[in-house]
C-alpha cells in the first residue's frame, strides 16, 4: 500500500547543530513531495516542496530537503538548529495526483 | 490578507449533539479539505470539495458531514454519530485540485463534555 513514514516521532538536537529529519515514501513513480511545519496549537506551514523538478528544494527559515529515488526518501535539513525551530515537522505525499497521506509527525526540540 | 479562518478555536459538545466548524478562505481557491489531528498520527483527511456543491468523501468520513454551498466556506459537521470527536480539526485549501499546495488554517480544538 501507498504511505508515507517519519522515522523518529521524538528529535533532540542542540541549538547550532544539524537538524535531520527523515520521510520515506513507497512508490515506484515519483510523487509530489512536501514538508510542513506546524507550532503548538496552529494551523500548518509549507516548508518546501518537490515537484519533479530540482531534486535539492530550499524552503524557508534555511531548510532544505533532497529527493533520493534511489532511497525513496525526501529527508528534511538544517544546517544550524535555532530555538525557534521547535515544532512538530510533517512530510506529505501525493500519489497520482488524487491520493495524498500525511506522516505521523517528527516532534524537533532544540537544547539551548 | 488574504487566508483561512476558522472558528471557534475550541468548542464543546455534549453527548449526542451535532455541532459544526466553519471554515472560510477568501484565497480564491478552488478546493477546500478538512482533517482530524490526533496526537501521534499525523493528519488523516475527512472530506475535501474541488468545486462547489461537489465533495467526495476521505480516509474517515465516518459521523462527519459537509457542505459546500459558496466557493469561500466549507463547514463541517461533527455528528452524534462520531463516537470520538476529541480531536484538532484543520481546514486547508488549495488553488484547484489535489496536487497543490495545501494552506491551512489555525484549527479548531473540539471537546467533549
Known amino acids: 500500500a501507498q504511505s508515507v513514514t517519519q522515522l523518529g516521532s521524538h528529535v533532540s538536537v542542540s541549538e547550532g547543530a544539524l537538524v535531520l529529519l527523515r520521510c520515506n515514501y513507497s512508490s515506484s513513480v515519483p510523487p509530489y513531495l512536501f514538508w510542513y511545519v506546524q507550532y503548538p496549537n496552529q494551523g500548518l506551514q509549507l516548508l518546501l516542496k518537490?515537484?519533479?523538478?530540482?531534486?535539492l528544494v530550499k524552503g524557508i527559515n534555511g531548510f532544505e530537503a533532497e529527493f533520493k529515488k534511489s532511497e525513496t526518501s525526501f529527508h528534511l535539513t538544517k544546517p544550524s538548529a535555532h530555538m525557534s525551530d521547535a515544532a512538530e515537522y510533517f512530510c506529505a505525499v501525493i500519489y497520482n495526483f488524487n491520493k495524498f497521506y500525511f506522516g505521523s509527525g517528527t516532534k524537533l526540540n532544540v537544547k539551548p | 490578507d488574504g487566508g483561512i479562518t476558522q472558528s471557534p478555536k475550541y468548542l464543546f459538545r455534549k453527548e449526542g449533539q451535532n455541532v459544526t466548524l466553519s471554515c472560510e478562505q477568501n484565497l480564491n481557491h478552488d478546493a477546500m479539505y478538512w482533517y482530524r489531528q490526533d496526537p501521534g498520527q499525523g493528519l488523516r483527511l475527512i472530506y475535501y470539495?474541488?468545486?462547489?456543491?461537489?465533495?467526495q468523501k476521505g480516509d474517515i468520513a465516518e459521523g462527519y458531514s459537509v457542505s459546500r454551498e459558496k466557493k469561500e466556506s466549507f463547514p463541517l459537521t461533527v455528528t452524534s454519530a462520531q463516537k470520538n470527536p476529541t480531536a484538532f480539526y484543520l481546514c486547508?485549501?488549495?488553488?484547484?485540485?489535489?496536487?497543490?499546495?495545501?494552506?491551512f488554517g489555525p484549527g479548531t480544538r473540539l471537546l467533549v463534555l
Open positions: 518537490y515537484t519533479s523538478a530540482a531534486t
Open positions: 470539495s474541488q468545486i462547489v456543491n461537489d465533495f
Open positions: 486547508a485549501s488549495s488553488k484547484r485540485g489535489l496536487a497543490e499546495t495545501q494552506y
